[in-house]
């Protein structure tokens, strides 16, 4: 079997990918340098190749016993390829962002939330699209202008350069009518919000069973 060392300069993955970069590596050369090796009676190009034939018809239900079946892949080499797949999907497939079209979108969103007995204030920070980037708890407790600091609010909406956020606490008394506190803390967050160029969407109030959205009451 050949290695890649052992290989012609001009065949060799490795040199080729030093001198050109990844972009110019076919796909069984990429295979190649995972790989390292061939097996007995075969050497690193040709099980390489094999392999990439096998990725084309087979690549949805690819799995350690099916790697198996190519003739000379062993456990080890089998393991080594179905890692670096698997690697590959936790970092570059990302699972798509939430969009957030109304009201009823955050109240869905904030669902664990529902029962808390203590009164929680949330930030939904969103991209241009208004697609839902991350969901923060700010406070826990009674809602005023001193817990609920506008540098807490926008300090990862401006991180993660958002293009607009929505703040939400919950009522656990039931009552769903929004306070004089409420009022001050969203006017407040409204106006940061302008200054930093971040716009704030809405203020959601909600209990386990409802909510009231602020900007349809008018205060936004």
Do not use: W
């Amino acid at each position: 079997m050949k290695s890649i060392k052992q290989l012609q300069t001009i065949d060799k993955p490795r040199e080729r990918l030093l001198k050109y970069g990844l972009s110019s590596l076919k796909n069984y050369e990429l295979i190649a340098i995972l790989l390292g090796s061939g097996v007995k009676g075969k050497d690193i190009i040709k099980l390489s190749r094999e392999i990439e034939r096998f990725f084309d018809t087979d690549f949805e239900t690819i799995d350690l016993k099916s790697l198996q079946n190519i003739h000379g892949l062993g456990t080890v080499k089998a393991s080594q390829i179905l890692s670096a797949i698997e690697l590959s999907r936790r970092y570059l497939i990302k699972e798509p962002h939430r969009k957030i079209s109304c009201a009823n979108d955050v109240f869905e969103e904030l669902k664990p939330y529902k029962y808390k007995q203590q009164e929680y204030f949330l930030a939904l920070y969103l991209d241009g699209a208004n697609n839902l980037y991350e969901t923060k708890v700010i406070t826990i407790g009674t809602l005023n202008q001193s817990l609920v600091h506008p540098r807490e609010v926008f300090s990862q909406a401006i991180e993660k350069r958002c293009a607009s956020i929505i703040v939400a606490h919950n009522h656990p008394s039931g009552i769903l009518e929004a306070s004089r506190e409420d009022i001050e803390v969203t006017q407040r967050l409204k106006e940061s919000g302008k200054i930093l160029g971040i716009e704030l969407l809405d203020h959601i109030i909600f209990t386990k069973d409802a909510f009231v959205s602020l900007k349809e009451e008018g205060v936004l």
